[in-house]
């Protein structure tokens, strides 16, 4: 354990893990003995469902109500469940719903080492985002800036600049048809795409 880290009651650590990844935002308590429920940033909240250990940031953005209790900075989750389109979550730290209501706004955040192993030919998206992009001649199409989700498939954003300067972005398909090779370890994607598609 590191000198800085925290325990909360149950003896765990409640340090902020490097590889944090935001997944969601608490967006209200859920009935009346401290459930609370979380808007994914995911159609698919694996991560979300499968951590046990939530860390939270306050939004920026919004102002916490005066007198409302400090924000913890992780909580253990007891059980999160799909409801619809949000996750309804419980922890042993939330004991009724006005200590749920305190969390309203809350960002989420888990460990990427906690997010479920990708079955095969299978990547989360914060693993692709700042890999380089070439094509098979080998010529460099830029560096994937974020992806899409246009409902059919995904679609990776590559910018690409010249001197630092951003000059523009191209549009790929992430689809076996155009995408040959990830190669997460290399951090590059080959891909069957011209220079002036």
């Known amino acids: ?25 608490i967006i209200d308590a859920w009935g009346v003995k ?11 909240p694996d991560a979300l469902l499968a951590s046990r250990r939530w860390y939270l940031k306050a939004d920026e953005a919004r102002v916490r109500p005066a007198g409302a209790a400090p924000l913890p900075p992780a909580l253990s989750i007891r059980s999160a469940r799909d409801q619809g389109d949000v996750i309804v979550a419980t ?27 990708a079955g095969e030919g299978e990547y989360y998206w914060i693993d692709l985002i700042g890999l380089s992009v070439v094509n098979r001649a080998g010529e460099a199409l830029g560096t994937v800036e974020g992806l899409l989700d246009t409902g059919a498939h995904s679609v990776l954003r590559v910018s690409f600049d010249a001197g630092g300067e951003k000059l523009g972005e191209r549009l790929i398909p992430f689809v076996d048809a155009y995408v040959d090779q990830v190669d997460l370890p290399g951090r590059r994607i080959v891909v069957d795409w011209g220079l002036d598609y």
């Open 1 to 25: 354990m590191r000198d800085a880290d925290v325990l909360n009651p149950a003896g765990e650590s409640t340090a902020w893990p490097d590889d944090a990844i935001e997944v969601g935002r």
């Open 34 to 44: 401290g459930g609370f429920k979380v808007l994914p940033f995911s159609n698919e």
């Open 91 to 117: 922890s042993p730290e939330i004991a009724d719903r006005n200590a749920a209501e305190s969390l309203k706004g809350a960002r989420v955040f888990v460990s990427r080492t906690a997010f479920p192993a």
